[in-house]
């Protein structure tokens, strides 16, 4: 693996960075509170800036509130002071116009915020010790229909945000090589089988996932029509009992594998591997936190996988890519190409049964 990082700091920037990680949660509040208050807003729509009594007049927060506020604002520079007036800073921009910033916000605190505090035990256990805020599940995955509804509402956002943009681009790789059956690993509400059947009118797609999910991709595919070409094969695939279904030219597997532990993918691809014939392919589409090509992609990927040992299943996390590779090879697949910087942050492996 190639290094990553640096600590070329100097004593007073890494002392001033410990500070900001160890009142970081706070922090994150009170941002939190002047998006949802309007107070960024405000401040955005009046160039000249506003005073505290002036945004107190505009808003129902006292003073006493929006100045609190305001301070930690300016230590977190999404406003600033000029002329005893406040005004909005790029950083706080983005989090009144940027979606993946809104998205990921939303994200951390609706889905992860309070089960967080259960991170330690999370690691000790090997289980998402943190679900317990919302429900009794041995996955989030199990409970996600349940979820309560802002907190659905979030995750899936979150999910799709980052899927959305990659599956249209891949469509034309998708069916280079014209598959007429597609298994969809993994498909969760439908969104990429829908895509595909949209794209092409004579592929079908049977989406392989819990019941639970497979129930929403039902509804979605009778929305648009697609009942005849979209099937679905219902199975828990922790249920390594369980083979996968043959027959298909492709299968497909987004945002899906990093949901597993290192040996519940390598069972997992055994058994796709099983049902492949030597012309079959099967695409892994992933967010490897190595191969990004920007600091802050792999700072957010990280931070996602604390999301999956605290809230999501307590075993899997964003994976190095050579980590993917090796997993691969011992599963019995062949890598036949790597596609990087697709998206938002995704690569995508091609594969074949070795």
């Not at 600033?80 to 950083?91: C, E, I, Q, S």
Request: with cysteine; proline share 3%.
């Amino acid at each position: 693996m190639k290094d990553y990082g640096s600590d070329k700091k100097t004593a007073l920037e890494a002392k001033i960075d410990a500070q900001k990680l160890a009142f970081g949660p706070m922090m994150f509040q009170a941002i939190k509170a002047l998006r949802d208050f309007g107070i960024l807003k405000l401040l955005h729509l009046n160039d000249e800036g506003l005073t505290p009594e002036e945004i107190n007049k505009k808003t129902d927060i006292s003073v006493y509130g929006v100045k609190v506020l305001l301070d930690a604002g300016l230590s977190a520079e999404v406003v600033m002071l000029k002329d005893n007036k406040y005004h909005l800073t790029k950083t706080g921009f983005y989090f009144i116009s940027d979606p993946m910033t809104t998205i990921n916000l939303d994200f951390v605190n609706d889905v992860c915020y309070q089960g967080m505090f259960y991170l330690q035990e999370s690691i000790r256990n090997q289980k998402p010790e943190g679900l317990k805020v919302f429900g009794d599940w041995p996955t989030i995955y199990h409970g996600l229909s349940e979820l309560p509804e802002k907190v659905k509402e979030s995750w899936f956002a979150f999910d799709h945000f980052y899927s959305d943009h990659v599956f249209s681009s891949l469509m034309n790789e998708i069916f280079g090589n014209n598959p007429k059956k597609i298994l969809d690993v993994g498909g969760n509400t439908g969104k990429f089988s829908l895509q595909c059947a949209a794209f092409n009118p004579d592929v079908e797609i049977t989406i392989m996932d819990l019941p639970g999910q497979l129930e929403v991709a039902r509804k979605n595919a009778t929305k648009k029509g697609f009942t005849k070409r979209i099937k679905t094969y219902p199975a828990d695939i922790l249920n390594h009992n369980q083979p996968f279904p043959k027959g298909f030219d492709l299968i497909w597997m987004s945002q899906f594998l990093d949901c597993f532990s290192e040996q519940d993918i390598i069972q997992i691809l055994q058994r796709a591997a099983r049902a492949m014939d030597s012309k079959a392919q099967l695409f892994i589409l992933e967010t490897y936190w190595d191969r990004q090509k920007f600091d802050i992609s792999t700072y957010c990927l990280n931070n996602t996988s604390l999301y999956f040992t605290a809230m999501a299943n307590g075993k899997s996390r964003m994976y190095h890519s050579e980590d993917m590779k090796k997993i691969a090879e011992k599963a019995g697949l062949k890598i036949t190409e790597i596609m990087d910087d697709l998206g938002i942050s995704h690569t995508l492996f091609k594969c074949q049964k070795i």
